[in-house]
């Protein structure tokens, strides 16, 4: 099911009603009301993934049980090996398989049939977080839930099919101190207002772009595009992705809000960045936290010098652009991200970090550097094949077609004005909601939502309310535009 369809919005109003009814007459099993959503929600196109869900929990489960508890540390590390590898098999299996054989068909010619296996939707994420899991077990830091709790943990559908990757950390804690279960009006408010922006940006601002870039990128397949098409489908991607996929997070975010559930943060002006260390403190905040927790820093992290630190770094970009697709332009587009921040990083170490604010010009000229070099990357993760890819990436460097301004790229031009002044102008929605403390803590930006909560936002008055009917109307009427979440596919 997907947030921006008409049959989510009967979901909720059902579950609305149902969990106000359960909560009052039966409040205990409120939780479960919550879980058996949950898998509705995700067993409502394709019910046989349900099995597949329903494995995947019962296995970790039962393993964090052998992984709990004072043992023989060579035990445990068998267990935990034991556990990492059944959950990168099981999403190996379903993501990557035609990928393994179409490699095998190219260096061997042994002419292996494809399998073409449907991905179940959300695999990546309930798989990543379940590996969480498992490592924050081992290494005793959770005691392990109950069947019901972990449940809700994993399968907890504001979250469960696109993120944010939420560690145990994030939501068990909020779980286990929750007493009370009952809607909160405030909550509910809050939650339907970030919502409806949410759906607003995927509806409205990521939707109506995405059709002018598939349009170049689906022309790329076959023809070099001119330099100027080119540049504007790799700025109407940008916008495009970033709008989507941030509405979702905004949406998840508001969901869980509205049940009284804070999420990290995943977004926060990514395109303010002034260099690529900081974009990827700003875009897929849990993704990135999940990757330097979980695998940059097992790679030895910063304390093996600068070397060692870089291949680290390199390792898990090239791997975190694998996670996002079965395909070898996501490779490249996490290689190209790892040679940015090794560039960044090299750069720092030559010059020296500066603590001093940058003069406005030197900082926007490192925004700019910083969103071109992003752009060029995005091609990579957008195209269909190596081949689009590297087609659309001359062509930006003036080894396309002959040069022309096509009425596509004149339509992407008459966005591209107002998403510039939204990510580079505008407040985020972070900053909008931030004196009401919807999202969990983030130390990284804690001075800059403490000025938010002091300036312009939200506030719970009529003519907020009114914007946010505007935006929940206008959100819902856009639907018959209707384009999947780009992330749904990872």
Same mark, same amino acid.
């Given at each position: 099911?997907?947030?921006?369809?008409?049959?989510?919005?009967?979901?909720?109003?059902?579950?609305?009603?149902?969990?106000?009814?359960?909560?009052?007459?039966?409040?205990?099993?409120?939780?479960?009301?919550? $879980?058996? %959503?949950? +898998?509705? @929600?995700? =067993?409502?196109?394709?019910?046989?993934? *349900?099995?597949?869900? !329903? /494995?995947?929990? #019962?296995?970790?489960?039962?393993?964090?049980?052998?992984?709990?508890?004072?043992?023989?540390?060579?035990?445990?590390?068998?267990?935990?090996?034991?556990? $990492?590898? %059944?959950? +990168?098999? @099981?999403? =190996?299996?379903?993501?990557?398989?035609? *990928?393994?054989?179409? !490699? /095998?068909?190219? #260096?061997?010619?042994?002419?292996?049939?494809?399998?073409?296996?449907?991905?179940?939707?959300?695999?990546?994420?309930?798989?990543?977080?379940?590996?969480?899991?498992?490592?924050?077990?081992?290494?005793?830091?959770?005691?392990?839930?109950?069947? *019901?709790?972990?449940?809700?943990?994993?399968?907890?559908?504001?979250?469960?099919?696109?993120?944010?990757?939420?560690?145990?950390?994030?939501?068990?804690?909020?779980?286990?101190?929750?007493?009370?279960?009952?809607?909160?009006?405030?909550?509910?408010?809050?939650?339907?207002?970030?919502?409806?922006?949410?759906?607003?940006?995927?509806?409205?601002?990521?939707?109506?772009?995405?059709?002018?870039?598939?349009?170049?990128?689906?022309?790329?397949?076959?023809?070099?595009?001119?330099?100027?098409?080119?540049?504007?489908?790799?700025?109407?991607?940008?916008?495009?992705?970033?709008?989507?996929?941030?509405?979702?997070?905004?949406?998840?975010?508001?969901?869980?809000?509205?049940?009284?559930?804070?999420?990290?943060?995943?977004?926060?002006?990514?395109?303010?960045?002034?260099?690529?260390?900081?974009?990827?403190?700003?875009?897929?905040?849990?993704?990135?936290?999940?990757?330097?927790?979980?695998?940059?820093?097992?790679?030895?992290?910063?304390?093996?010098?600068?070397?060692?630190?870089?291949?680290?770094?390199?390792?898990?970009?090239?791997?975190?652009?694998?996670?996002?697709?079965?395909?070898?332009?996501?490779?490249?587009?996490?290689?190209?991200?790892?040679?940015?921040?090794?560039?960044?990083?090299?750069?720092?170490?030559?010059?020296?970090?500066?603590?001093?604010?940058?003069?406005?010009?030197?900082?926007?000229?490192?925004?700019?550097?910083?969103?071109?070099?992003?752009?060029?990357?995005?091609?990579?993760?957008?195209?269909?094949?190596?081949?689009?890819?590297?087609?659309?990436?001359?062509?930006?460097?003036?080894?396309?077609?002959?040069?022309?301004?096509?009425?596509?790229?004149?339509?992407?031009?008459?966005?591209?004005?107002?998403?510039?002044?939204?990510?580079?102008?505008?407040?985020?929605?972070?900053?909008?909601?931030?004196?009401?403390?919807?999202?969990?803590?983030?130390?990284?930006?804690?001075?800059?939502?403490?000025?938010?909560?002091?300036?312009?936002?939200?506030?719970?008055?009529?003519?907020?309310?009114?914007?946010?009917?505007?935006?929940?109307?206008?959100?819902?009427?856009?639907?018959?535009?209707?384009?999947?979440?780009?992330?749904?596919?990872?």
């Amino acid at each position: 099911m997907v947030f921006s369809s008409h049959a989510f919005l009967v979901f909720m109003l059902v579950l609305l009603a149902v969990y106000a009814g359960v909560t009052r007459w039966a409040p205990r099993h409120a939780k479960l009301t919550l $879980v058996l %959503a949950s +898998l509705l @929600f995700y =067993g409502w196109t394709i019910p046989a993934y *349900l099995v597949l869900l !329903g /494995l995947s929990l #019962a296995f970790n489960y039962v393993l964090s049980a052998g992984l709990a508890g004072p043992q023989p540390e060579g035990r445990r590390r068998l267990l935990l090996t034991l556990g $990492v590898g %059944a959950n +990168l098999a @099981f999403i =190996g299996y379903y993501k990557y398989l035609d *990928l393994f054989i179409g !490699g /095998l068909n190219g #260096a061997f010619d042994v002419g292996l049939p494809l399998q073409h296996i449907v991905l179940p939707i959300g695999i990546s994420f309930f798989t990543f977080q379940q590996i969480g899991y498992l490592v924050d077990v081992a290494e005793g830091h959770v005691e392990r839930p109950s069947v *019901l709790d972990y449940t809700l943990f994993i399968t907890f559908f504001p979250q469960l099919i696109a993120g944010p990757i939420v560690q145990q950390s994030h939501f068990l804690p909020q779980v286990h101190a929750k007493v009370d279960w009952r809607l909160r009006a405030q909550d509910v408010g809050l939650g339907l207002a970030l919502f409806s922006m949410g759906l607003f940006k995927k509806t409205v601002l990521a939707d109506n772009i995405g059709r002018y870039t598939d349009a170049i990128f689906t022309t790329a397949q076959t023809t070099p595009p001119g330099t100027l098409d080119a540049w504007m489908a790799a700025i109407g991607y940008s916008f495009q992705i970033y709008f989507d996929f941030s509405g979702y997070s905004d949406m998840a975010a508001g969901l869980a809000f509205l049940w009284g559930f804070r999420m990290p943060l995943n977004f926060f002006s990514p395109y303010k960045a002034h260099n690529i260390i900081e974009f990827w403190r700003r875009w897929h905040i849990s993704l990135s936290t999940f990757l330097r927790d979980y695998l940059y820093i097992r790679l030895g992290g910063n304390r093996h010098g600068f070397s060692r630190t870089m291949l680290a770094l390199m390792v898990t970009m090239l791997l975190g652009g694998l996670w996002h697709g079965a395909g070898v332009q996501f490779i490249v587009w996490g290689g190209l991200h790892g040679l940015f921040l090794v560039l960044n990083h090299s750069w720092r170490r030559w010059v020296g970090h500066l603590d001093a604010p940058l003069s406005w010009w030197r900082h926007a000229a490192g925004v700019l550097l910083t969103y071109a070099a992003v752009c060029v990357a995005w091609v990579y993760f957008r195209a269909g094949s190596l081949d689009e890819a590297n087609r659309m990436v001359a062509a930006m460097f003036g080894l396309g077609a002959p040069e022309s301004f096509t009425p596509t790229s004149r339509g992407i031009v008459t966005f591209v004005g107002l998403y510039f002044l939204i990510a580079w102008a505008l407040p985020n929605t972070v900053q909008l909601f931030a004196r009401h403390h919807i999202y969990l803590p983030n130390k990284a930006f804690a001075p800059a939502m403490a000025q938010a909560a002091e300036g312009f936002g939200y506030r719970l008055t009529r003519g907020w309310a009114a914007v946010t009917a505007l935006t929940l109307t206008v959100g819902w009427f856009a639907i018959s535009n209707l384009s999947p979440f780009l992330y749904f596919q990872f």
